[in-house]
């Protein structure tokens, strides 16, 4: 009990500095997928279409609806806002700010929805075979850096 008591300041410093420390972090920029993580994750991202586009061996016609499924791939990360948006976000309210977040999630909710309908008429295209092989390119959920197969030259 004792050994508590004198840790106890120690330890309400480092909560008030911790706590103190979270608006600094939030003001940041780039957060944790800053331009060199963006950069390793599209050139990752391209590797796997790469692979993917040469296992599926497609067709001419295949091949178009493969170019309109790459371009409308990965909606969350077209449109970022530009500087003059981010900066005007300190300068709204938080229902103002709520409201605006909501705005972007239905744009990409509709995004996504475009996707998917270019997804169905690629993936229509495909032979059964191909079908599998695609299948089994985009299963098993996001494996991060914890899941097994990440080493170098897998995605």
């Known amino acids: 009990m004792t050994r508590f008591r004198q840790s106890l300041p120690t330890l309400a410093l480092s909560l008030l ?3 103190m420390a979270v608006p600094a972090l939030a003001d940041m920029p780039c957060g944790p997928m800053g331009g060199g993580m963006r950069a390793q994750r599209a050139e990752r991202m391209e590797q796997h279409h790469h692979k993917l586009h040469e296992a599926l061996k497609l067709n001419a016609e295949q091949e178009v609806a493969w170019k ?4 409308s791939e990965h909606p969350m990360g077209k449109g970022r806002r ?3 948006k981010a900066g005007d976000a300190a300068t709204l309210s938080t229902p103002e700010r709520a409201e605006r977040m909501l705005e972007h999630m239905k744009a990409q909710q509709a995004a996504m929805a475009e996707h998917i309908v270019v997804l169905k008429a690629f993936y229509g295209q495909l032979s059964p075979e191909q079908q599998k092989i695609f ?3 985009h299963r098993g959920g996001r494996r991060g850096m914890r899941g097994k197969g990440m080493g170098p030259g897998q995605s």
């Not at 309109?68 to 371009?71: G, R, S, T």
């Open 82 to 84: 530009d500087a003059a």
């Open 135 to 137: 299948d089994d390119a």
């Open 68 to 71: 309109k499924l790459i371009a």
């Open 17 to 19: 500095l911790g706590v």
